[in-house]
T-cell receptor, first 118, second 114 residues
Framework: DAGVIQSPRHEVTEMGQEVTLRCKPI?????LFWYRQTMMRGLELLIY????????DSGMPEDRFSAKMPNASFSTLKIQPSEPRDSAVYFC????????????????FGEGSRLTVL | AQSVTQLGSHVSVSEGALVLLRCNYS??????LFWYVQYPNQGLQLLLK??????LVKGINGFEAEFKKSETSFHLTKPSAHMSDAAEYFC????????????FGQGTELSVKP
């Protein structure tokens, strides 16, 4: 089975440019999470969705960041305009919390998108 | 609010020695606890998890962890370290009532010396 798929794996851009990161969750999962990882701040939850609806976006750093989930198989995280301090690895993760016997909250992570803003 | 504290950002052991990575949590509700491992340039992979039941849980690659409610701890151990265990390890806590989002500790980088 395919895991969580993220693209691009690496992105180098200049300050002020728009950046779009993409994620395809595992089929059948109903939760999707965006995390950011930096040396200084570790793993931070930015936003998560349940059944394509944003549930908690309190971790989104500022209005330059936006995330969408138009359908169950696709999500985007957009930064506009990008700044050097946005340089980080961005992870997408998905999970299935359907209330059944496997309701344990395990997240499955993608390989990450490494963003460098010059 | 839930939180996780990992004691020691770097741990170094010799090959064959005991591995002990410490994790303490704070939670107002019974927690679900996880350990994840991250190899360089890769995503996070689940090592093991505690939800309910037996407090000693076994995971992949010979790791295990024990949930101790009285100490609010969930330390990760492995009897004998292998070179391939060198990675970063994250402890995480979840409250399923809030959709299962994981709150991660800062991570512990494990080095294994030959």
């Amino acid at each position: 089975d395919a895991g969580v798929i993220q693209s691009p794996r690496h992105e180098v851009t200049e300050m002020g440019q728009e950046v779009t990161l993409r994620c395809k969750p595992i089929s059948g999962h109903d939760y999707l999470f965006w995390y950011r990882q930096t040396m200084m701040r570790g793993l931070e939850l930015l936003i998560y969705f349940n059944n394509n609806v944003p549930i908690d976006d309190s971790g989104m750093p500022e209005d330059r960041f936006s995330a969408k989930m138009p359908n169950a198989s696709f999500s985007t995280l957009k930064i506009q305009p990008s700044e050097p301090r946005d340089s980080a690895v961005y992870f997408c993760a998905s999970s299935k919390l359907a209330g059944g016997v496997t309701n344990t909250g395990e997240l499955f992570f993608g390989e990450g998108s490494r963003l460098t803003v010059l | 609010a839930q939180s996780v504290t990992q004691l020691g950002s770097h741990v170094s052991v010799s090959e064959g020695a005991l591995v002990l990575l410490r994790c303490n949590y704070s939670s107002s509700v019974p927690p679900y606890l996880f350990w994840y491992v991250q190899y360089p340039n890769q995503g996070l992979q689940l090592l093991l998890k505690y939800t309910t039941g037996a407090t000693l849980v076994k995971g992949i690659n010979g790791f295990e962890a024990e949930f101790k409610k009285s100490e609010t701890s969930f330390h990760l151990t492995k009897p004998s370290a292998h070179m391939s265990d060198a990675a970063e390890y994250f402890c995480a806590v979840s409250d399923l009532r809030k959709g299962g989002k994981l709150i991660f500790g800062q991570g512990t980088e494990l080095s294994v010396k030959p």
